[in-house]
Nanobody
C-alpha cells in the first residue's frame, strides 16, 4: 500500500483547501478510504470516510457540513474538500485505506508523511 497526500497549506479562517490522496499497491476500488488528522498533542482522528464504491460517507460532527470526501476509482485518488476552515482544523492530514466501512476499522497500510494544514490569520 502506497499513499501520497498533498494539497495542504496555510489558509485564513473561513477559507477553503482541497487535499488530494493518491493510492497504489492494492485493489483501490475494493476498500473504503479515510482521511485522518492529528493535531499537536492530540490523538489521530478520522475526519472523513467513504465506501469502496463511493456511495456512502461518514463524518464526525466537528467537520460535518464543512468537509466533503469523494473518490475516483479510475484515477485511484481521494480528494477532501474542506470549506469554512477553523483554527481548530489545524493538523497534519493523512489518508489511508480501511479494511471495513467502519469508523473503528483497522487501516490497510502504514501512515504516509501527511500534509500540513494550518488555519490562521
Amino acid at each position: 500500500v502506497q499513499i501520497v497526500e498533498s494539497g495542504g497549506g496555510l489558509v485564513q479562517p473561513g477559507g477553503s483547501l482541497r487535499l488530494s490522496c493518491a493510492a497504489s499497491g492494492f485493489t483501490f476500488d475494493s476498500y473504503p478510504m479515510g482521511w485522518y488528522r492529528q493535531a499537536p498533542g492530540k490523538e489521530r482522528e478520522l475526519v472523513a470516510l467513504i465506501s469502496s464504491a463511493g456511495d456512502m460517507t461518514n463524518y464526525p460532527n466537528s467537520v460535518k457540513g464543512r468537509f466533503t470526501i469523494s473518490r475516483d476509482n479510475v484515477k485511484n485518488t481521494v480528494p477532501l474538500q474542506m470549506n469554512s476552515l477553523k483554527p481548530e482544523d489545524t493538523a497534519v492530514y493523512y489518508c489511508n485505506a480501511l479494511r471495513f466501512y467502519r469508523t473503528d476499522s483497522p487501516r490497510l497500510g502504514s501512515w504516509g508523511q501527511g500534509t500540513q494544514v494550518t488555519v490562521s490569520s
